[in-house]
């Protein structure tokens, strides 16, 4: 899988810039054009049991996931040298904190994926983007779980270094990362391939109600305390709003409702 240096080009080399762009571009597009559909979406009001235990197993281990990644790629390696921090460490780190994590976020998207589509209530409300993407996340932590049975053959950190390298190459714009993990085993290159689908997709499914998430400290508590922001699709502006106190206005008057006669 992946022996075409064409398609290793364009995925390890071009697809990130693209993901990058999508994301970005597709999400203020997105919150601009049709705001009421960013959201989660909740199903909580048809069967929450299920739901509470889902959702909790699930988003307590893939923002673990997500921010050990974060961390564990974009950390300079010279950090790690200045700390006397050895690459064996980082990855045994690394290995069970990911590994627990995305046991975790694993079997709480199989749940998640089981009351969707055994419910027939639920089933009715979601669309092919809600199970889509809940599908393609499964699978991403199934295979990140896979990739663990080879870090453990080479715990001296240095495939580890090398993913570190590429990813901190292509920020930096090197056009020649995608050299960096050519010859890497196919499952991580799924992994990598994967990653990046996913955020292509970002914009254009419920995972936008994360940037929400992150932006509600700042936004409510520090932005604006004690409002809530509501968004109205009302073509027509509302009638003038009447003071306390004032008369009503007269018959015939502008702005007066028309009077009926008496029958």
Same mark, same amino acid.
């Given at each position: 899988?992946?022996?075409?240096?064409?398609?290793?080009?364009?995925?390890?080399?071009?697809?990130?810039?693209?993901?990058?762009?999508?994301?970005?571009?597709?999400?203020?597009?997105?919150?601009?054009?049709?705001?009421?559909?960013?959201k989660s979406s909740s199903s909580q009001l048809l069967r929450q049991k299920q739901l509470f235990w889902g959702s909790v197993l699930f988003h307590v281990?893939?923002?673990?996931?997500?921010?050990?990644?974060?961390?564990?790629?974009?950390?300079?390696?010279?950090?790690?040298?200045?700390?006397?921090?050895?690459?064996?460490?980082?990855?045994?780190?690394?290995?069970?904190?990911?590994?627990?994590?995305?046991?975790?976020?694993?079997?709480?998207?199989?749940?998640?994926?089981?009351?969707?589509?055994?419910?027939?209530?639920?089933?009715?409300?979601?669309?092919?983007?809600?199970?889509?993407?809940?599908?393609?996340?499964?699978?991403?932590?199934?295979?990140?779980?896979?990739?663990?049975?080879?870090?453990?053959?080479?715990?001296?950190?240095?495939?580890?270094?090398?993913?570190?390298?590429?990813?901190?190459?292509?920020?930096?714009?090197?056009?020649?990362?995608?050299?960096?993990?050519?010859?890497?085993?196919?499952?991580?290159?799924?992994?990598?391939?994967?990653?990046?689908?996913?955020?292509?997709?970002? &914009?254009?499914?419920?995972?936008?109600?994360?940037?929400?998430?992150?932006?509600?400290?700042?936004?409510?508590?520090?932005?604006?305390?004690?409002?809530?922001?509501?968004?109205?699709?009302?073509?027509?502006?509302? &009638?003038?709003?009447?003071?306390?106190?004032?008369?009503?206005?007269?018959?015939?008057a502008p702005g007066s409702a028309p009077s009926t006669p008496a029958e």
């Amino acid at each position: 899988m992946f022996e075409s240096y064409d398609i290793d080009y364009f995925i390890f080399g071009i697809m990130p810039y693209v993901a990058l762009t999508v994301l970005i571009v597709g999400s203020i597009a997105r919150y601009e054009r049709d705001p009421f559909t960013w959201k989660s979406s909740s199903s909580q009001l048809l069967r929450q049991k299920q739901l509470f235990w889902g959702s909790v197993l699930f988003h307590v281990g893939i923002i673990v996931v997500f921010f050990g990644h974060l961390v564990g790629l974009f950390t300079p390696i010279w950090v790690l040298d200045a700390l006397g921090v050895p690459y064996a460490l980082k990855q045994w780190l690394a290995v069970l904190v990911g590994g627990v994590a995305g046991v975790f976020a694993l079997i709480g998207a199989s749940m998640l994926i089981h009351r969707r589509v055994t419910d027939p209530r639920i089933w009715q409300t979601t669309s092919f983007a809600d199970i889509g993407i809940l599908v393609l996340i499964w699978l991403q932590l199934f295979i990140g779980l896979g990739t663990i049975f080879l870090t453990l053959q080479h715990m001296d950190g240095s495939e580890m270094v090398r993913f570190m390298t590429w990813s901190q190459s292509v920020v930096m714009l090197n056009l020649n990362a995608w050299a960096m993990v050519v010859d890497v085993h196919w499952l991580y290159k799924t992994h990598i391939f994967l990653g990046l689908l996913i955020t292509i997709l970002f &914009p254009f499914t419920r995972l936008v109600h994360i940037f929400s998430g992150f932006a509600a400290p700042v936004r409510y508590l520090l932005a604006r305390p004690g409002y809530q922001i509501v968004r109205s699709r009302r073509q027509t502006p509302l &009638p003038p709003r009447r003071e306390p106190g004032a008369r009503p206005a007269a018959a015939g008057a502008p702005g007066s409702a028309p009077s009926t006669p008496a029958e």
